[in-house]
């Protein structure tokens, strides 16, 4: 039996030294041929935010007359198999008749597991050859028996091991994901074929950056995309579409994610074309206008649309059963074109920086949109408002019988503001069947639970707000 030896000599464990190995057998037969026909390849991608996305891949392939194999490479670890649809795109009858995905792939543990109760080789550090039957191994130490020289058993220590020799890549073992096929055609000749399927490992976000200028009246808004690809393979120059939506899925075993290695950033080229936007059922698809590649443990950011200015409206807003005297503060616009927006937002987190008398940008908050339709509100929670605050007290309570009861409630509102007069929205929740008695302001009923003051207050200021509520139960 011939045996393959390598050149390399260093120290380092069994399992370091079969993995070298793996690097040098590379070119042994795995079974299955090579893809036939080198191939124009055409990939694109739609990629969902929720661990999914469709891949299409149309590749030009070598195809034999009659019934017979046709191996696929080059498709992710995390491909599920039975999503899988190919069609020959020229229409010509191609008929699959069986359908197998390869993912046995080759490691060094496994080459070991393969090699139990059969002949290999190892050399040690001071260049020693031991030859024998692998016994075991664990924790990157090998026991060996039977060699030629009747040596008995030998327990190889990792620290020891420089070169460990197999005969060949074992049987079943593969280097590759491999879908194949058992195809059956009328002719031959090279056929475009387009092959369709789910993956997991896909995942998308938008993130948002805001810049708010000077009097809080407008502000300049920038969409981001993150593409990230945990699928187990790297796309080369794919057409990128992205789905926003929250799209139905059956609920299925969660697949462990390949892990060991760090994730890059890549960001997109500055000046290429941004994604176009679409109805899809009742989704928003955002096609990019130009080609990009996802490489395997990337993530890649994309810009959403050109930057914008639009209009903003700065709101304090405090709910004091909910807030304990904090005052919220809310920027809010409508995504219209009329205030300079107009597109349909994916959901994604919105960074806010203003800034300061030095024109230095300074962070001032972060909160989550949803997915925001055209000409719906958008509402930015920046933080709490430092000089406003907020006081509630009920003054009285009266049990009139055994249903009805009377509470008499104060809201304080104070501004500590040196100049700025402002106006604080006052949220109050009520509940059961009620109803106003008597308030000193006027309120606006939001829901059959929630009423609002608008409370204008000048700087330095106190305002107070009276009701009594009836409740009925």
Known sequence: MAYYQPALRSKGSALHAALIL??????????VVADPGSGERQLSLTVYNSDLAVVRDER????????????????????????????????????????????????PEKIFDRYLDSEIK???????????TLLSHAGGRLVLGGGEADEGLVVLSPDKITDVQFPALPEGLITRPTLEWLLHAGSGGTRALEVSYLTHGFNWHAEYVAVVGAGDKVMDLAGWVSVDNRSGATYEDAEL???AGDVHRVPVPK???????????????????????????????????????????????????????CKVEKIYESNPRRDNKKVRVVLETTNSEETGLGMPLPKGKVRVYKRDRRDRLQFIGEDQIDHTPKDEKVRIFVGNAFDLVVERKETDSRKLSRFVREIDVEIEVRNRKEKENVT????????????????????????????????????????????????TR
């Open 22 to 31: 793996l690097f040098l057998v590379g070119g042994l037969s795995t079974g």
């Open 60 to 107: 030009r392939m070598e195809i034999q007359k009659g019934t017979h194999w046709l191996p696929f490479r080059d498709v992710p670890s995390r491909i599920d198999p039975t999503s899988v649809h190919l069609k020959a795109v020229d229409g010509q009858p191609l008929e699959v008749l069986e359908q197998n995905y390869r993912y046995d792939l080759v490691s």
């Open 122 to 132: 190892v050399i040690v550090e001071e260049g020693r050859l031991y030859e024998g």
């Open 241 to 243: 579409q992205l789905v």
């Open 255 to 309: 697949m462990r994610v390949p892990g060991g290695r760090s994730a890059e950033l890549a960001l997109a080229a500055d000046g290429m074309p941004n994604f176009v936007e679409e109805t899809l059922f009742e989704y928003h698809l955002y096609t990019l206008g130009r080609q990009t590649t996802l490489r395997e443990n990337e993530t890649k950011q994309l810009s959403l649309f050109t930057p914008t200015s």
């Open 424 to 471: 604080v929205v006052i949220q109050e929740d009520l509940y059961g069947d009620w109803k106003i008695l008597q308030a000193n302001r006027d309120y606006e009923k939001k829901t059959s639970r929630r009423i609002e003051f608008r409370v204008p207050v000048n700087a330095g200021q106190v305002e107070v707000v009276t009701y009594t509520v009836r409740y």
